[in-house]
């Protein structure tokens, strides 16, 4: 990477504000940053008002990061193209249903030089029924190199500034050591690591044992019964990623906050928990309460949990895999909740 590093946010949903958060103010604290941060946004209208144009002038996202102040350094752009076509570093964080189109739009109009970050949890699908990381659909789309940055980092807590960890997984070092300087802060400690298969495969997963967590809570079952969710949960992504993606797999990564550390955050916390306990209390669609209870924000748990599903059908691996098979049965209705744990009676014995 070149000196005077520009750096572009490509999304500005609750994630992707928190972090311009973090990535405005550290620019200005090395010489080596360049002290514009343009951020994609995509248009809507906030009470006739356009969303960007709020952005800009008040220096808050109205919507998705309620109550916070973006530093003056972050620049709203609707254009994706405009957003990204300087940058050298590009940040991804939109819900992952977006990055092809997203980065298809890009592609050929970025520098050759820029490389990646995804902070995005999910996977993309490819056409065979296997699932694509995203930061793999990134490389391939743009033909840069591509990070990624996951943890225990609900968006809100981290706009709050307050301590949390997160885990870089890189395996460029002089690339991993400007990624610390960009995301660092005294609350928001990065770990970088060379083990960037599981960092990510981690982070999508998760939502699909968080959802576990909230048929969980819906069904009224306490606290022991969240541990074995959560542990029998670990235990299918461990499983899953030394299957699938075992190059450079490293058991360690597990302990980090990409880890074990956003799998708890995530089942206590996260949307994905809480629109599952609605879904078990109320018998909506999950659909409907996306719509009624995320303002706009994706649920990515029960979309990555038929990624998956489609996946292990393919390769015949279903009965090794109870949890994500009762998440994706549940989700689609095909079980009720109560039948969930009948299936974590059946996990597996070996790893
Ligand atoms: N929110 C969190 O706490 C958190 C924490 C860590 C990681 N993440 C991950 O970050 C990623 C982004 O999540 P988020 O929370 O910033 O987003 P979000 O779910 O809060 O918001 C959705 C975003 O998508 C945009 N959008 C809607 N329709 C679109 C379209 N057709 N094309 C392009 N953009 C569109 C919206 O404008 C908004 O910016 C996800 O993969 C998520 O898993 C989120």
């Given at each position: 990477?070149?000196?005077?590093?520009k750096?572009?946010?490509?999304?500005?949903?609750?994630?992707?504000?928190?972090?311009?958060?973090?990535?405005?103010?550290?620019?200005?604290?090395f010489?080596?940053?360049?002290?514009?941060?343009?951020?994609?946004?995509?248009?809507?209208?906030?009470?006739?008002?356009?969303?960007?144009?709020i952005i800009?002038?008040?220096?808050?996202?109205?919507?998705?990061?309620?109550?916070?102040t973006?530093?003056?350094t972050?620049?709203?752009v609707?254009?994706?193209?405009?957003?990204?076509?300087?940058?050298d570093?590009?940040?991804?964080?939109?819900?992952?249903?977006?990055?092809?189109?997203?980065?298809?739009?890009?592609?050929?109009?970025?520098?050759?030089?820029?490389?990646?970050?995804?902070?995005?949890?999910?996977?993309g699908?490819?056409?065979?029924?296997?699932?694509e990381?995203?930061?793999?659909?990134?490389?391939?789309?743009?033909?840069?190199?591509?990070a990624?940055?996951?943890?225990?980092?609900?968006?809100g807590?981290?706009a709050?500034?307050?301590?949390?960890?997160?885990?870089?997984?890189?395996r460029?070092?002089?690339?991993?050591?400007?990624?610390?300087?960009?995301?660092?802060?005294?609350?928001?400690?990065?770990?970088?690591?060379?083990?960037?298969y599981?960092?990510e495969?981690c982070?999508?997963?998760?939502?699909?044992?968080?959802?576990?967590?909230?048929f969980?809570?819906?069904?009224?079952?306490?606290?022991?019964?969240?541990?074995?969710?959560?542990?029998?949960g670990?235990?299918?992504?461990?499983?899953?990623?030394?299957t699938?993606?075992?190059?450079?797999?490293?058991?360690?990564?597990?302990?980090?906050?990409?880890?074990?550390?956003?799998?708890?955050?995530?089942?206590?916390?996260?949307?994905?928990?809480?629109?599952?306990?609605?879904?078990?209390?109320?018998?909506?669609?999950?659909?409907?309460?996306?719509?009624?209870?995320?303002?706009g924000?994706?649920?990515q748990?029960?979309?990555?949990?038929?990624?998956?599903?489609?996946?292990?059908?393919?390769?015949?691996?279903?009965?090794r895999?109870?949890?994500?098979?009762?998440?994706?049965?549940?989700?689609?209705?095909?079980?009720?909740?109560?039948?969930?744990?009948?299936?974590?009676?059946?996990e597996p014995?070996d790893?």
């Amino acid at each position: 990477m070149s000196s005077k590093k520009k750096v572009a946010i490509i999304g500005s949903g609750n994630w992707g504000s928190a972090i311009a958060k973090i990535i405005g103010a550290n620019v200005t604290k090395f010489p080596h940053f360049d002290n514009e941060v343009k951020m994609y946004v995509y248009e809507e209208l906030i009470d006739g008002k356009k969303l960007s144009e709020i952005i800009n002038s008040q220096h808050e996202n109205v919507k998705y990061l309620p109550g916070h102040t973006l530093p003056n350094t972050v620049i709203a752009v609707t254009d994706a193209v405009e957003t990204a076509k300087d940058a050298d570093i590009l940040v991804f964080v939109v819900p992952h249903a977006f990055v092809p189109r997203i980065c298809n739009s890009l592609k050929g109009k970025i520098k050759s030089t820029a490389v990646g970050i995804s902070l995005i949890k999910g996977f993309g699908e490819t056409p065979n029924g296997g699932i694509e990381l995203i930061s793999d659909v990134i490389k391939n789309i743009l033909s840069i190199d591509c990070a990624v940055l996951m943890g225990a980092n609900l968006a809100g807590e981290v706009a709050e500034e307050k301590f949390c960890e997160t885990t870089v997984g890189c395996r460029n070092k002089a690339n991993g050591i400007v990624f610390k300087e960009l995301f660092q802060t005294d609350n928001f400690r990065v770990t970088v690591v060379p083990d960037t298969y599981s960092v990510e495969i981690c982070g999508a997963l998760k939502n699909i044992v968080a959802m576990a967590a909230g048929f969980s809570d819906g069904l009224g079952y306490g606290d022991n019964t969240k541990s074995a969710v959560i542990r029998i949960g670990l235990k299918e992504m461990i499983r899953f990623i030394k299957t699938f993606y075992p190059d450079g797999t490293q058991d360690t990564t597990f302990f980090e906050s990409c880890g074990v550390a956003d799998l708890i955050t995530t089942c206590y916390g996260g949307r994905n928990r809480r629109v599952s306990e609605a879904f078990v209390k109320s018998g909506k669609t999950l659909d409907e309460l996306e719509k009624e209870l995320l303002n706009g924000q994706k649920l990515q748990g029960f979309q990555t949990a038929c990624e998956v599903m489609t996946m292990l059908k393919t390769n015949g691996h279903v009965d090794r895999y109870p949890l994500f098979e009762a998440v994706y049965l549940i989700g689609r209705k095909d079980i009720p909740p109560k039948d969930m744990m009948e299936y974590l009676r059946r996990e597996p014995e070996d790893l």
